[in-house]
C-alpha cells in the first residue's frame, strides 16, 4: 500500500463516521494504483472488475470477494473491499456504519434495539458488453428480482429497492494498539442484500437473512455467462472530482 493509499485510508477510518479526505487533484486520482480498482473520472465512479458467478438462484449479495460467498452473489471481485473503500473516499463520499444491535437503558429498562446502517448514498450498475461488444452501463436492477409474497418476480419493487446504496464502511477490527483490521477484507462481503453487519455497501433497510426471508433473486436476461469478466460500478451520489489544474 502506497504512501498516499495510507494517509487517505487513515484518516479515513479514524471516527465512526468517516470524515471527508484530503483534497487531491486528478493526477493523483490517476495514478493511485489500486489492484481491480479505478477511479472513472468522466463517470464520476469507482469501476471494479469483477467476474460473473451466478445467473440463476436466490442471492444475499450483489458482489463478495473472489473464494467467499460466489453462490449467492452476481459478480466476485479480486480487488480489497478496503480499497473500494478508499476509492469511495477519493470521490468525495463519506463512509457510515453497517446495522448495529446495541442495548440502552440501564438495570431492568435494558434491551438490545437495531440501529439501521448509515452512509453516503451510491448507485450500483454492471458495465456488460452489448450485441456489438461494446460496454453498455446497465442499472442493478436489471439483473435482480424481487419476489412478491406469491414469488413472483416484482421488477418496479426491484427498481424502487436497488435505487440506492449507502456506502456503510464495515469496521475495523482487532486489538487496543495493534493495527486493525477491515472486517469486510475478511468476510469478503462487498455489496449485500441481507443484513450482515460487515458490509461495505449495504441497502438503507434492515433486511434478515434467513431462509424464509430470502426475497432475492438473479434476473438472468442480461447477465453474461458464468466466468465473464465485466465492470461493477459504483457511483456517489453528488460527489465532487476535484476540477483540473
Not at 438495570?107 to 461494446?134: A, C, E, F, M, Y
Amino acid at each position: 500500500m502506497n504512501f498516499l493509499l495510507r494517509s487517505i485510508f487513515s484518516l479515513a477510518l479514524a471516527g465512526p463516521l468517516l470524515a471527508d479526505g484530503p483534497e487531491i487533484d486528478q493526477n493523483a486520482l490517476k495514478n493511485l494504483k489500486l489492484p481491480g480498482v479505478s477511479i472513472n473520472l468522466e463517470a464520476k465512479a469507482v469501476d471494479v472488475t469483477s467476474t460473473v458467478t451466478l445467473v440463476e438462484g436466490s442471492l444475499e449479495f450483489i458482489a463478495c470477494t473472489k473464494g467467499t460467498k460466489e453462490h449467492e452473489a452476481i459478480v466476485a471481485v479480486q480487488a480489497k473491499p478496503s480499497h473500494i473503500h478508499t476509492a469511495l473516499l477519493l470521490l468525495g463520499a463519506k463512509a457510515g456504519h453497517p446495522a448495529i444491535r446495541k442495548i440502552v437503558g440501564e438495570g431492568d429498562d435494558q434491551r438490545w434495539i437495531d440501529l439501521p446502517p448509515k452512509g453516503s448514498h451510491v448507485t450500483v450498475s454492471l458495465v456488460i458488453p452489448n450485441q456489438d461488444n461494446n460496454p453498455t452501463e446497465l442499472p442493478l436492477s436489471d439483473f435482480v428480482h424481487r419476489l412478491d409474497d406469491a414469488g413472483e418476480p416484482d421488477k418496479a419493487e426491484a427498481k424502487k429497492r436497488l435505487k440506492v446504496f449507502l456506502f456503510a464502511g464495515s469496521h475495523l477490527i482487532g486489538q487496543e494498539n495493534a493495527p486493525k483490521t477491515y472486517l469486510a477484507d475478511q468476510s469478503g462481503s462487498v455489496i449485500s442484500l441481507s443484513t450482515f453487519g460487515d458490509e461495505l455497501l449495504c441497502l438503507p433497510q434492515i433486511y434478515g437473512h434467513e431462509n424464509h426471508a430470502l426475497r432475492w433473486e438473479v434476473n438472468p436476461t442480461h447477465l453474461p455467462k458464468i466466468g465473464s469478466q465485466i465492470i461493477l460500478r459504483i457511483k456517489p451520489t453528488g460527489s465532487k472530482v476535484p476540477p483540473k489544474k
